[in-house]
């Protein structure tokens, strides 16, 4: 699977946008971003994925680059409870499902 | 649906003992997966299993075992807990791979070895 690249930290003032980037020049064709998030102390929370195609759920949207080197994950009004280290994680197709958790970039959402 | 449910929440072993932690789920998923997070760090795969009976090692299986008796229900065995081990223990299950690999996570099993 294609590493990923991620800030280590963001802000974002509540009620904003937040957008969370994402680096993976070395993706395949066949592969997928996943986006998860993790609350602190709690279990990884699934936001949102694709392939190719912009992706838009009632949590989050992805947006994905014509060349599929990087993604933007957006939050579209960010609030403090969407305070967590978010993960970008790069997946193969077909029977693969062992995601690589990197470190994440930790989102603030201030007041 | 109680989703993926975890037990114990805490727990403290002195060095050299063996526990089990528990995990099932409850959304006939096929697959399953355990990990664990160490402070300030992300999730590393210890195990997962595919289907009943099917279980294969991950990056950090050393020091653990597995089995899937069921659809529901993927125990992790700890044998002669080492300080090592101390970490955050996490169970999580999905329906599939690839595009269908939405991993629900239980809430963790905080774990201390002294």
């Known amino acids: 699977d294609a590493k990923t690249t991620q800030p280590t930290s963001m802000d974002c003032a509540e009620g904003r946008a937040a957008n969370l980037p994402c680096n993976h020049s070395?993706?395949?064709?066949?592969?997928?971003v996943y986006w998860y998030r993790q609350i602190h102390s709690q279990g990884p929370q699934y936001i949102i994925h694709?392939?190719?195609n912009n992706e838009t759920n009632e949590m989050a949207s992805l947006i994905i680059t014509e060349d599929r080197k990087s993604s933007t994950l957006i939050l579209p009004h960010a609030t403090l409870r969407d305070t967590a280290v978010y993960y970008c994680i790069v997946l193969s197709g077909g029977s693969n499902y062992k995601l690589t958790f990197g470190k994440g970039t930790l989102l603030t959402v201030n007041p | 649906n109680a989703g993926v449910t975890q037990t114990p929440k805490f727990r403290i072993l002195k060095i050299g003992q063996s526990m089990t932690l528990q995990c099932t789920q409850d959304?006939?998923?096929?697959?399953m997966y355990w990990y664990r997070q160490d402070p300030g760090m992300g999730l590393k795969l210890i195990y997962y299993s595919v289907g009943a009976g099917i279980t294969d090692k991950g990056e950090v299986p050393n020091g653990y075992n597995v089995s899937r008796s069921t659809t529901e229900d993927f125990p992790l065995r700890l044998e002669l807990a080492a300080p090592s081990q101390t970490s955050v223990y996490f169970c999580?299950?999905?329906?599939?791979?690839?595009?269908?690999?939405?991993?629900?996570f239980g809430p963790g099993t905080r774990l201390t070895v002294l």
């Open positions: 999580a299950s999905s329906y599939g791979g690839g595009s269908y690999n939405e991993q629900f």
């Open positions: 694709g392939l190719k």
């Open positions: 070395t993706i395949s064709g066949n592969e997928y």
């Open positions: 959304m006939n998923h096929n697959y």
